[in-house]
């Protein structure tokens, strides 16, 4: 059996690795370890697809070591100790250990003193985060390289020269066309892997003409074999809190296009959930006060989302990020609350003032509680003066309202005439 296409074309050299040319270009980290024949051990983490095993296999390749891989989730501590059998007796090996954030500690503690002495190299490739999900033993003992996705022009430059240069694809009389080599491109989201195996896929499965013998790859054959996969999104990955944080960030700052995007991302990868939760976040953290009603207007939102479900929530979700972002900005409530808060988790409390405690019990005058107390509707306005704050904090000043904001004003001039009456 073939192995598939982009294993088939996978570099044994740095110089042809595709993209990562921060870390492997002339003059750059890997490739001055490289070339200095001055190994430590690393952890690459990226998006699937963009050549985290390909770096890999490519310093194996431009050194004399021996190349082993493992899984950090499926192989076992004797498969590590086979690995070190043979780094000792061969001086050195890189390993190549895949999912490297599920080590467990049995593997972990059996690794580290070879990585010390340095006879195991240790390339750890993985989709999260490393200062997040990775133990700091094996973290302070590597470099860590952050991969970027591949551009189209990257994917594109690659499939061409995998159908010029692999001996399978050129057995068959291949032509793409340019629609459906952009489709290969451009909806594998940068996952190069991805893009070859789809490519793979069309040519193997494609009949050729019968009169020319040419195999004609149309873009339904490409859509069909890519299966429209969208990007990259690990509910439980550094994807999921990018794109959170991102479409949050995008409203806070009235992009309404970036916001869209988001969104679009986040119903794409079915976090239908998590966009509702989060708008409502918004609509009270990010814009509040600036606009009081597109706050209402996004909690009616979501409730309709709720009902309709996918496709249609898209609709009333989509009205509910348009306005928030175009909406006035006022994050005033929030800071207030935070400012507040702070106060009472540093111990600064105090006796709250007697006339105001609850006097509903019988007994509750002998012990002062409510004696004193002004009913604010017996009077003019409905207010009188009287403190509500204890002692230690009767002069704090938590709401700071921005005057910018028209419905802002109003409440400053309210809360400018009650505290000075």
Known sequence: MNQPLAYRMRPTHLDQIVGQQH???PNQIIKRMVDAKRLTSMILYGPPGIGKTSIASAIAGSTSYAFRTLNAATDT????QIVAEEAKMSGSVILLLDEIHRLDKTKQDFLLPHLEQGRIVLIGATTENPYININPAIRSRCQIFELHSLTQDEIKASLMR?????KI????HVEVLPEALDHFTRTT????????NALELAVLSTKPNPETGVIQITLEAAEQCVQKKAFSHDKDGDQHYDVISA??????????????HYMARLIEAGELTILMRRLLVIAYEDIGLGNPAAAQRTVAAVQAAEKLGLPEARIP????VIELALSPKSNTAMTAIDVAWSDVRMGRGGKIPDPIKD???????????????????DYPDHWVSQQYLPDMLKHAHYFHPDKTRKYEEALAKQYEKYRHR
């Open 247 to 260: 479409f949050q960030k995008s409203i806070r700052g009235s992009d309404v296009d970036a916001a869209l």
């Open 359 to 377: 006097a509903h019990y019988k007994g509750a005058e002998k012990l002062n509680r409510g004696v004193g107390y002004r009913f604010p509707h």
């Open 169 to 172: 694809m050129q057995q068959h």
């Open 77 to 80: 501590k004797k498969d590590l």
């Open 317 to 320: 979700l989509a009205n509910a």
């Open 162 to 166: 995998a159908l010029k240069e692999d």
């Open 23 to 25: 870390l492997v270009g």
């Open 189 to 196: 989201n940068g996952d190069l892997r991805s893009a070859m």
